[in-house]
């Protein structure tokens, strides 16, 4: 059974700084490409950034880009997201998602979901 | 900054069919990108339905059909049930973008 679970969110000052964590587990982890999905409380959800399986490309959405970076230990079978900058917008549950090839790709799908971490950016 | 566009609610009694657009553009849907469909129930996180279009993964009822026309998906929910209130998102690629794209998301709810 494809187990994502994610943690390290918590309350951050705006300006401040977070890694948030995904510990993955029931899949071949190094094959396999791996997203981060936000969703603000309330609103919609929002593709964040993608990693292919040996963490050689990284794709971000266009509100991360140059704040937020994304990486991967295969040997631990975990992503993370170092988010830097954070605005109050940033506040928002991230959720792991699990793609279904090696890369970020046009026809791609996120097949498993964590429960998600909230990330809360306010003074 | 959902780049693709869905109807904020639909609705229906028990029994009915409802259905769920998902416009795009020619970056995503109009270049024949597959698109997806994610069932979201309160407090909980999403969970796949449908995806290449109209294919359906093991577990969900066949009450849940996918179907493409030009730059437009539609999701159909056929049979509706008081289960099946949730939101609803589409999710697809787009090219200018070079990532995923979700949709706007729609808000079934069983009369």
């Known amino acids: 059974e494809v187990q994502l679970v994610e943690s390290g969110g918590g309350l951050v000052q705006p300006g401040g700084s977070l890694r948030i964590s995904c510990s993955a587990s029931g899949f071949t982890f190094d094959e396999i490409a791996m997203s981060w999905v936000r969703q603000a409380p309330g609103k919609g959800l929002e593709w964040v950034s993608g990693i292919s399986w040996n963490g050689a490309r990284v794709d971000y959405g266009d509100s991360a880009k140059g704040r937020f970076t994304m990486s991967r230990d295969n040997a631990k079978n975990s992503v993370y997201l170092q988010m830097n900058y954070l605005r109050v917008e940033d506040t928002a549950f991230y959720f792991c998602?699990?793609?279904?090839?090696?890369?970020?790709?046009?026809?791609?799908?996120?097949?498993?979901w964590g429960q998600g971490t909230l990330v809360t950016v306010s003074s | 900054q959902s780049v693709l566009s869905q109807p904020p609610s639909v609705s229906g009694a028990p029994g009915q069919r409802v259905t769920i657009s998902c416009t795009g553009t020619?970056?995503?849907?109009?270049?024949?990108?597959?698109v997806h469909w994610y069932q979201q129930l309160p407090g909980t996180a999403p969970k796949l339905v449908i995806y290449?279009?109209?294919k359906r993964p093991s577990g969900v009822p066949d009450r849940f059909s996918g179907s493409k026309s030009a730059t437009t998906v539609s999701l159909a929910i056929t049979g509706l049930q008081t289960e099946d209130e949730a939101d609803y998102y589409c999710q697809s690629y787009d090219s200018s973008l070079s990532g995923y794209v979700f949709g706007t998301g729609t808000k079934v709810s069983v009369l």
């Open positions: 020619s970056s995503n849907i109009g270049a024949n990108y597959d």
């Open positions: 290449g279009i109209n």
């Open positions: 998602a699990k793609d279904v090839g090696p890369t970020t790709a046009g026809h791609n799908w996120f097949e498993s």
